[in-house]
C-alpha cells in the first residue's frame, strides 16, 4: 500500500518558481510521477522517475524548466518548477506506479490529493 501526500502549491507570479514534495509512505519500490490537471482540462503526464532516481522522463513543454527528483531515504518526492507561466496553473497530483515509467494516467494505480498551484500573469 502506497500512500501520497503532496504539499507546496501556492500562488507564484509568472517567471517565478515552486518546489513541490510528495511524502510518499511506501513507495520506495515504485515510480513516481507529477501529473496535473487544470479546470475543464484532462489530467496530464509532467514528469516520472524511476525508482532508484536514475532515470527521468519529461513533458515537451515541462523540459528545461521542471526538474523531477526523488529521495528514497525520506521517501519524498519532488518537483521543482522554475519560470513558471500562467499556463502552468493546475492541481498537481503524486502518483504512483509498478515496474516501469509511464505517460498515461491509467498505469498508475495510487494518487495523491493534489496540490493546488496557480501562476498570476
Known amino acids: 500500500q502506497v500512500q501520497l501526500v503532496e504539499s507546496g502549491g501556492g500562488l507564484v507570479q509568472a517567471g517565478g518558481s515552486l518546489r513541490l514534495s510528495c511524502a510518499a509512505s511506501?513507495?520506495?519500490?515504485?515510480?513516481l510521477a507529477w501529473f496535473r490537471q487544470a479546470p475543464g482540462k484532462e489530467r496530464e503526464f509532467v514528469a516520472a522517475?524511476?525508482?532508484?532516481?536514475?532515470?527521468?522522463h519529461y513533458a515537451d513543454s515541462m523540459k528545461g524548466r521542471f526538474t523531477i527528483s526523488r529521495d528514497n531515504a525520506k521517501s519524498t518526492l519532488y518537483l521543482e518548477m522554475n519560470s513558471l507561466k500562467p499556463e502552468d496553473t493546475a492541481v498537481y497530483y503524486c502518483?504512483?506506479?509498478?515496474?516501469?515509467?509511464?505517460?498515461?494516467?491509467?498505469?498508475?494505480?495510487?494518487w495523491g490529493q493534489g496540490t493546488q498551484v496557480t501562476v498570476s500573469s
Open positions: 502518483a504512483a506506479a509498478a515496474w516501469s515509467i509511464y505517460y498515461s494516467k491509467n498505469e498508475y494505480r495510487y
Open positions: 522517475v524511476s525508482r532508484s532516481g536514475d532515470n527521468t
Open positions: 511506501g513507495g520506495t519500490h515504485y515510480t
